[in-house]
């Protein structure tokens, strides 16, 4: 059994901070100023029940290269006071090489925090504060951290003061206020001697010019990639954590010509999608489980109809109203096989934030080009994580929706039956296109009929279109050796945590291969057999309780070995060290 | 039709697929009624679309020459919009029961109402589930005895013309199938009407609801001439007895139309939008 | 390759026409005069697109034993027209030992009913019916087929007689009507030697009191047992074909003392159940397809706020709309997977029209015992279906609802974690044992909360309740021999067919093991594996296109070996020599 | 409480679950209302339910002592109508939001309203998605700004009573959360007043539409009595600037009763329906 140790070329912060404390502030502050350093990293919150003023964790992580997902804990955690901590203690894993600073003011370090075994100090963040104009201790608090993991200083004032400028604090008041903290990291790490720990590693000196690097939330990339995929019109109920997805493109529509609609329900939204789609304009709906659950019907007659739609659904916990404001992969059953009747359609997962570009805009040329419904998987943990990210590359998907060329009225057969399975479409407007769209199982020429043949041949067509076509490379993202005798499959946000467990593995030269699926449905039995060949253990990892991942890949797939399940439910993430413990039992 | 000078008559619009009505159904009627209202406005088939739900009355689409979507039961209307919203362009007739539009549809109903959206919406109304064979609907008499329901089911009918007042349609109408010239007449007036027209058509439902041949002597015209005050509207509508025919209320709301409208072009330049993320 | 024969215990039997001939009523009075005879039998109609007045076929299969499904073809067809006849040829095989007998004025035979080569004779039923005051052809034809099959003249006489005393038709013009048809049956019989042929044999002369035989559809079947389960409110939107099941209940609740609701659409069908439910009364929602995309939102409310609750859905074809009259086994994804989040519940599925009692009646008790949701899948094969059925046996299931005793306000823990995952659950009313029902995930109080500790353990306890629960022998029908090298899965009204190709094999000679499901979520392993051992081939027979019940198996079972799929879509039914086929290519 | 001879008071209507609301919240006034009418009605907690739906407003059911059921978002009216007609004994009042009850519930709300099933039902309308943070509901000013609707949604607003009046609704009342004399005095009679009563309760989110604070002042009480008579009510709605408070109309349908209510006795004896089927 080989033990792996994590990486040390990040470090994570923890903020946590009652109603008014600013921790998210300090939280994104700290994440924009590592930005304007040059480095990478990744900023999530956690909130408690309260709809405003409630207590608030931002959880950051940075890094010299890019980061998807947190690590194993967090090696500092800032509490601007305790107040009802516990509420999502177990989301702020520390270790026993954790420093968790308090606040003076903030009393007893709650039984749970102590429990981790960290090394439990206090800074003098709200005195200080009192003493500089403009100054709040949660600013305060960012000059210590800077200190402490190493982040230039001038970064971190920069970033501060370009904030604050608008409530009048000059820059002279707010570098007064990070150095007052930083002061404390340097004592800190002159005591504990934490700093060196901390202290990100100077980066190899690369010559040529530096990687052009976005900040982008999850939402605001799937929004992006949406554009960018020609997606003109959404339609919307809103439901957390979906809705900021399109609070983002509401005005940027007014640039590229977009409509957007909210509707008076989840029902309306879709179906508006379906009507504005059928215009030929391409459609997108978002949304998160409970509305998911309220739009299978509709996307069951894009389905039959073959109208082109794309479902952007943001998972939460679930089941029912569930939890909405957390993590969780399990929407993935409901996406897969939510349709009544046998209604194929396509399935996809963005595998981190940045993917959400590549994901939603691939999702939008399926739609067109199948004419079917695409239903795009995200996460409440990518959607609203915020990050820095190496800049997208440009991708043109080509081709789009097939048209009839000079169709002729009462001879244009919409639903033909074709060798792709792929039947020319007729946009309203067009002469002699003109067909009737059916949710009715029909005929060719869209006629409906209940007769064995046509029913048979119409569902032979729909599965064939979805069959037959070349999704190339894209059905995942495959890395590790190709003589490991490790395969591991996953999914989604989980990807991340997954492959830097697999770091590890390599770094302790351990072999594995890793599939990470961006197309769940239709299944691609074949390619995954070729993934995996070779391979003689296997783990499936997702953030679900029963294993929703694991069933899906053992009705659709011949999997090489009777796999090991790892998973277990949010709002705690799949960390990579749960996956290392299994890497190195099996080694 | 051969080439665009040709006049288009009301058989233009009638297509070649065999309606799956009983003889003698009210909805024969309204299709008629339909197909001449395009003739007098001389609407291209192609420019036009009729969207539907699922019932007896929303199997309307086939039956015409236009672009067609058959949609699922009580969601044609948010489909509509969607659609017009997208393509601006083109001529949306919407049409269905009274199942269809007043039960499982009523909020998409009221919300259309509001969205003032530039529609033309005639719920084909019998009283009834022609489709599912005789269950009462929301415009059903308290005490209509059926299978599922013996005795009546209790309930006081719907007022579709109230409740489309309250909700904010811009043009409200009630039409008779017996009554092509009428009908034709409101279904006009509705297309070109701005903005959400709702036109109430009663259809018998000649299986289920024998009794409503009756119509044909229990309808009656109103006689008054259409009005643009609401709350003489809602006098008339309080005063109705569910069988006056003719046009009822026309406002002069603004049909609603989004802030852009979609250019359908996909290569627009993105890079404003990328300087938002650049670090 | 071994060929089987089959059975000529049994005799079927199409009568078909157009709007107005009465193809519909001849099939029934067939049915039931058979009956009368002391036979058993199943009748199924079908027919075209027209609301009222359309093209119809009855189809009747009749024994002298049990029949729940029907056969590989028809012996008999009685044409009283031949229009619009293709609308459905397909789901009426002939074979070249069959009869088509078309009235003399029907006209040419269809090219389609042409090709399946039987022979095709035309007798004068419309010409002799002009000659009997009151009769109809179709009335005098069930004289011939009755002449043909070995019917009792009698019974045929007194079943007509007893539906046109109506219309003041005597017995004396009945008699006359059904001899006149008699007649022409014997003389086809001496023409073409069809008699003896299609003739039911005899029966073994049986001593002691005849078994008690009921009249009954699968529908009303359903509605029965859940009146004997202890429904007492149900709520519904109309839909075919689920429709007619609450029309046969509605008037039947006045004397036990139930509520039906018929809502203004699904969703709010099935929030008045789990209101209702949630008050202490157990409730059903029925629904097909469609309507059971729109409920299943509440359904997941339902499993997480532990409400009981059926939901007996009529599976028809799909997707989409799809086809409202024809039967399908494509609910079984949406039932098993279609609700968000992890949310377990339970799925069962009647084997025969008769089945449908026990079934329903035991969906109650798992609801109201497990305290969550319980679908019921039939399909309309079954559920339209008229059958002359053994008397159903009595079933008593026992205890119900746990609820708390003297429960205290402000203490009781309404989703307490006990031994079994079932928690009491006060009924409103019970003093003290107010708590507040809730979708959100919550504590065992019932307060929401995100934490990761109360989301897991109510995840656990909600799964572990229906784990653990003892089903006892109702998961399965296991019929065949415990040697048997051959293994067959089936599931719901596809049983039929199965088990009669079994019967044929097991007279050749050959072993099977047939496993039909009754329960199929949560999955039994243990109990199909026990089921199949031995087994070194294996079949799965359904009727989809996509094989869900396949893809099912295999995500929940470890099946002894690789199955085999036999499958196709509706509305053919899965025909007995379809499995036969498969079954002497294996031997 | 202890034992059924002391006077239940308000407080005692209060459970310890601390409310997720923001300081300053409407909600809260609405909540005091409801358990003072509670307590002037001397309701034994264990014989009320609270039903509601998803929404900070839908969050009431567990803040009081009552049984609850904090369901789906827009669904409360539904549920709440199956548990009466199953338990006509207790007492049902739902609650919830404006988008919850006229967004996505609208359709609910319309029908309930004619099915005149014994409820009160108490919508807290703040012209705005608290809980989703802040979006347009269908209440809301035409030309209210948000990042999801810039420039606001342009389609005019919903008009709660009007459409009540039109559905049938049995009781109509609107109160403000800030006046908590009139609100509990409108929930009592509400709740007094068989078949369905409809009560607006205006109730400020001053989180995401901090201007509403100012209905303190606006609001103004109707000073007309309560009417019975349709056109009279019809008349006053329209004439309504939606921040008139008090009883508007009372009318005397009889409150729906299933023909036979449910026996809860499994043991039945089905003997005369197997006789049915018996051949
Ligand atoms: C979601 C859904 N629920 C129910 C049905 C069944 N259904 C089909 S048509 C219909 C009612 C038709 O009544 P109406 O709209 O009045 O039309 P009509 O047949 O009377 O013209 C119903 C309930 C369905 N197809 N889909
Ligand atoms: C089916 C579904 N759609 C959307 C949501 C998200 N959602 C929760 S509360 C809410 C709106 C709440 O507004 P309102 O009812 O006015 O209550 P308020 O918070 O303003 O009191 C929405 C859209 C949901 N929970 N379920
Ligand atoms: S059932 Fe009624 S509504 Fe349907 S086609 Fe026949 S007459 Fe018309
Ligand atoms: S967001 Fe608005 S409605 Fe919600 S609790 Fe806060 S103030 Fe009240
Ligand atoms: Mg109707
Ligand atoms: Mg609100």
Same mark, same amino acid.
């Given at each position: 059994?080989?033990?792996? /140790?994590?990486?040390?070329?990040?470090?994570?912060?923890?903020?946590?901070?009652?109603?008014?404390?600013?921790?998210?502030?300090?939280?994104?502050?700290?994440?924009?100023?590592?930005?304007?350093?040059?480095?990478?990293?990744?900023?999530?919150?956690?909130?408690?029940?309260?709809?405003?003023?409630?207590?608030?964790?931002?959880?950051?992580?940075?890094?010299?290269?890019?980061?998807?997902?947190?690590?194993?804990?967090?090696?500092?955690?800032?509490?601007?006071?305790?107040?009802?901590?516990?509420?999502?203690?177990?989301?702020?894993?520390?270790?026993?090489?954790?420093?968790?600073?308090?606040?003076?003011?903030?009393?007893?370090?709650?039984?749970?925090?102590?429990?981790?075994?960290?090394?439990?100090?206090?800074?003098?963040?709200?005195?200080?504060?009192?003493?500089?104009?403009?100054?709040?201790?949660?600013?305060?608090?960012?000059?210590?951290?800077?200190?402490?993991?190493?982040?230039?200083?001038?970064?971190?004032?920069?970033?501060?003061?370009?904030?604050?400028?608008?409530?009048?604090?000059?820059?002279?008041?707010?570098?007064?206020?990070?150095?007052?903290?930083?002061?404390?990291?340097?004592?800190?790490?002159? /005591?504990?001697?934490?700093?060196? &720990?901390?202290?990100?590693?100077?980066?190899?000196?690369?010559?040529?010019?530096?990687?052009?690097?976005?900040?982008?939330?999850?939402?605001?990339?799937?929004?992006?990639?949406?554009?960018?995929?020609?997606?003109?019109?959404?339609?919307?109920?809103?439901?957390?954590?979906? /809705?900021?997805?399109?609070?983002?493109?509401?005005?940027?529509?007014?640039?590229?010509?977009?409509?957007?609609?909210?509707?008076?329900?989840?029902?309306?939204?879709?179906?508006?999608?379906?009507?504005?789609?059928?215009?030929?304009? *391409?459609?997108?709906?978002?949304?998160?489980?409970?509305?998911?659950?309220?739009?299978?019907?509709?996307?069951?007659?894009?389905?039959?109809?073959?109208?082109?739609?794309?479902?952007?659904?943001?998972?939460?916990?679930?089941?029912?109203?569930?939890?909405?404001?957390?993590?969780?992969?399990?929407?993935?059953?409901?996406?897969?096989?939510?349709?009544?009747?046998? &209604?194929?359609?396509?399935?996809?997962?963005?595998?981190?934030?940045?993917?959400?570009?590549?994901?939603?805009?691939?999702?939008?040329?399926?739609?067109?080009?199948?004419?079917?419904?695409?239903?795009?998987?995200?996460?409440?943990?990518?959607?609203?994580?915020?990050?820095?990210?190496?800049?997208?590359?440009?991708?043109?998907?080509?081709?789009?929706?097939?048209?009839?060329?000079?169709?002729?009225?009462?001879?244009?057969?919409?639903?033909?039956?074709?060798?792709?399975?792929?039947?020319?479409?007729? %946009?309203?407007?067009?002469?002699?296109?003109?067909?009737?769209?059916?949710?009715?199982?029909?005929?060719?020429?869209?006629?409906?009929?209940?007769?064995?043949?046509?029913?048979?041949?119409?569902?032979?067509?729909?599965?064939?279109?979805?069959? &037959?076509?070349?999704?190339?490379?894209?059905?995942?993202?495959?890395?590790?050796?190709?003589?490991?005798?490790?395969? %591991?499959?996953?999914?989604?946000?989980?990807?991340?945590?997954?492959?830097?467990?697999?770091?590890?593995?390599?770094?302790?030269?351990?072999? /594995?291969?890793?599939?990470?699926?961006?197309?769940?449905?239709?299944?691609?039995?074949?390619?995954?057999?070729?993934?995996?060949?070779?391979?003689?253990?296997?783990?499936?990892?997702?953030?679900?309780?029963?294993?929703?991942?694991?069933?899906?890949?053992?009705?659709?797939?011949?999997?090489?070995?009777?796999?090991?399940?790892?998973?277990?439910?949010? *709002?705690?993430?799949?960390?990579?060290?749960?996956?290392?413990?299994?890497?190195?039992?099996?080694? | 039709?051969?080439?665009?000078?040709?006049?288009?008559?009301?058989?233009?619009?009638?297509?070649?697929?065999?309606?799956?009505?009983?003889?003698?159904?009210?909805?024969?009627?309204?299709?008629?009624?339909?197909?001449?209202?395009?003739?007098?406005?001389?609407?291209?088939?192609?420019?036009?679309?009729?969207?539907?739900?699922?019932?007896?009355?929303?199997?309307?689409?086939?039956?015409?020459?236009?672009?067609?979507?058959?949609? !699922?039961?009580?969601?044609?209307?948010?489909?509509?919009?969607?659609?017009?919203?997208?393509?601006?362009?083109?001529?949306?007739?919407?049409?269905?029961?009274?199942?269809?539009?007043?039960?499982?549809?009523?909020?998409?109903?009221?919300?259309?109402?509001?969205?003032?959206?530039?529609?033309?919406?005639?719920?084909?109304?019998?009283?009834?589930?022609?489709?599912?064979?005789?269950?009462?609907?929301?415009?059903?008499?308290?005490?209509?005895?059926?299978?599922?329901?013996?005795?009546?089911?209790?309930?006081?009918?719907?007022?579709?013309?109230?409740?489309?007042?309250?909700?904010?349609?811009?043009? #409200?109408?009630?039409?008779?199938?017996?009554?092509?010239?009428?009908?034709?007449? !409101? #279904?006009?007036?509705? #297309?070109?009407?701005?903005?959400?027209?709702? #036109?109430?058509?009663?259809?018998?439902?000649?299986?289920?609801?024998?009794?409503?041949?009756?119509?044909?002597?229990?309808?009656?015209?109103?006689?008054?001439?259409?009005?643009?005050?609401?709350?003489?509207?809602?006098?008339?509508?309080?005063?109705?007895?569910?069988?006056?025919?003719?046009?009822?209320?026309?406002?002069?709301?603004?049909?609603?139309?989004?802030?852009?409208?979609?250019?359908?072009?996909?290569?627009?330049?993105?890079?404003?939008?990328?300087?938002?993320?650049?670090?």
């Amino acid at each position: 059994m080989t033990q792996f /140790t994590s990486a040390t070329d990040s470090v994570s912060i923890a903020i946590t901070g009652s109603g008014g404390a600013g921790a998210i502030t300090a939280g994104t502050l700290l994440l924009e100023a590592a930005g304007k350093a040059g480095w990478y990293g990744l900023m999530t919150r956690t909130v408690g029940p309260q709809i405003r003023g409630g207590e608030a964790a931002a959880l950051v992580r940075l890094a010299r290269r890019p980061v998807s997902g947190h690590g194993d804990r967090f090696d500092i955690l800032v509490a601007l006071d305790w107040r009802n901590v516990e509420r999502f203690v177990a989301e702020i894993p520390l270790g026993p090489q954790s420093i968790a600073i308090a606040d003076d003011d903030a009393g007893d370090v709650p039984e749970k925090i102590a429990a981790y075994g960290a090394l439990n100090v206090t800074a003098p963040f709200a005195r200080l504060a009192e003493d500089i104009r403009g100054a709040r201790p949660n600013i305060i608090s960012l000059g210590t951290v800077a200190a402490l993991i190493g982040l230039p200083e001038e970064a971190m004032i920069e970033t501060v003061a370009a904030t604050l400028i608008e409530k009048k604090v000059s820059l002279e008041e707010c570098s007064q206020a990070i150095r007052a903290g930083y002061d404390i990291g340097v004592q800190l790490a002159a /005591t504990y001697g934490a700093a060196g &720990a901390l202290k990100l590693p100077e980066p190899k000196s690369t010559s040529g010019a530096k990687p052009e690097r976005w900040v982008i939330t999850g939402n605001q990339a799937a929004g992006y990639g949406a554009l960018k995929g020609g997606i003109r019109f959404a339609a919307l109920y809103p439901i957390t954590p979906a /809705t900021d997805l399109l609070e983002w493109v509401a005005p940027r529509f007014a640039a590229v010509g977009g409509v957007l609609c909210q509707a008076e329900d989840e029902i309306a939204a879709v179906q508006m999608a379906v009507g504005a789609s059928y215009g030929g304009v *391409p459609s997108l709906t978002t949304t998160s489980g409970p509305g998911l659950a309220l739009k299978l019907e509709t996307i069951g007659l894009a389905v039959c109809a073959e109208v082109p739609l794309v479902i952007f659904n943001v998972m939460r916990g679930g089941p029912s109203t569930g939890i909405p404001t957390k993590s969780e992969q399990t929407d993935l059953n409901i996406a897969l096989y939510g349709l009544h009747g046998d &209604a194929p359609h396509v399935v996809l997962a963005p595998l981190s934030v940045e993917d959400n570009v590549l994901t939603t805009q691939w999702s939008v040329h399926l739609a067109e080009t199948l004419q079917t419904a695409v239903f795009v998987l995200s996460d409440q943990l990518m959607a609203q994580a915020k990050s820095v990210i190496p800049a997208p590359k440009e991708v043109d998907f080509g081709t789009r929706r097939l048209q009839p060329v000079e169709p002729k009225a009462g001879v244009y057969k919409r639903y033909a039956l074709t060798e792709s399975g792929i039947s020319p479409m007729a %946009i309203p407007g067009t002469p002699g296109g003109q067909y009737t769209a059916d949710g009715l199982e029909h005929n060719e020429r869209g006629t409906p009929s209940s007769q064995a043949n046509d029913h048979h041949s119409q569902l032979d067509k729909r599965n064939k279109k979805l069959e &037959a076509f070349d999704y190339g490379a894209l059905w995942a993202e495959i890395e590790g050796e190709a003589d490991a005798e490790i395969g %591991i499959i996953t999914w989604g946000s989980t990807s991340a945590p997954v492959r830097e467990a697999l770091a590890r593995a390599r770094a302790s030269g351990i072999k /594995t291969r890793l599939v990470a699926m961006r197309l769940l449905a239709p299944a691609r039995p074949v390619q995954l057999a070729e993934a995996l060949q070779g391979v003689k253990k296997l783990l499936v990892v997702e953030q679900s309780h029963s294993g929703q991942f694991l069933g899906y890949l053992k009705a659709h797939y011949d999997l090489p070995v009777a796999p090991e399940s790892l998973r277990h439910p949010g *709002p705690l993430a799949i960390r990579p060290s749960e996956v290392c413990d299994i890497l190195s039992r099996w080694s | 039709m051969d080439g665009c000078t040709s006049k288009l008559e009301a058989k233009h619009y009638k297509s070649d697929v065999t309606p799956i009505w009983c003889p003698g159904c009210g909805h024969f009627g309204i299709q008629a009624a339909v197909n001449r209202a395009f003739a007098e406005l001389q609407l291209d088939p192609a420019k036009v679309v009729v969207v539907s739900g699922i019932g007896c009355s929303s199997r309307i689409p086939a039956y015409t020459t236009c672009y067609g979507f058959h949609g !699922l039961h009580g969601r044609a209307l948010p489909l509509a919009i969607g659609l017009k919203l997208a393509r601006p362009d083109l001529t949306v007739l919407v049409a269905g029961g009274d199942g269809d539009g007043f039960s499982i549809g009523g909020n998409h109903f009221l919300h259309a109402c509001r969205r003032n959206v530039d529609l033309t919406y005639v719920v084909m109304d019998n009283e009834v589930y022609g489709m599912t064979k005789g269950q009462p609907s929301p415009t059903t008499a308290p005490d209509w005895d059926s299978d599922l329901q013996p005795g009546g089911t209790g309930i006081s009918a719907f007022r579709p013309l109230g409740v489309a007042l309250q909700s904010g349609a811009n043009f #409200i109408a009630r039409g008779f199938s017996g009554d092509l010239n009428g009908l034709t007449k !409101l #279904i006009v007036q509705g #297309i070109k009407h701005p903005g959400f027209s709702f #036109i109430h058509a009663l259809s018998p439902c000649v299986t289920f609801r024998p009794e409503e041949r009756e119509w044909k002597t229990l309808t009656h015209a109103s006689g008054e001439a259409i009005t643009s005050d609401f709350q003489e509207a809602s006098r008339r509508i309080a005063a109705d007895d569910g069988l006056t025919t003719g046009p009822l209320y026309a406002a002069d709301r603004r049909a609603y139309a989004p802030p852009v409208a979609p250019l359908r072009d996909t290569k627009t330049n993105l890079s404003h939008i990328q300087a938002e993320f650049r670090l």
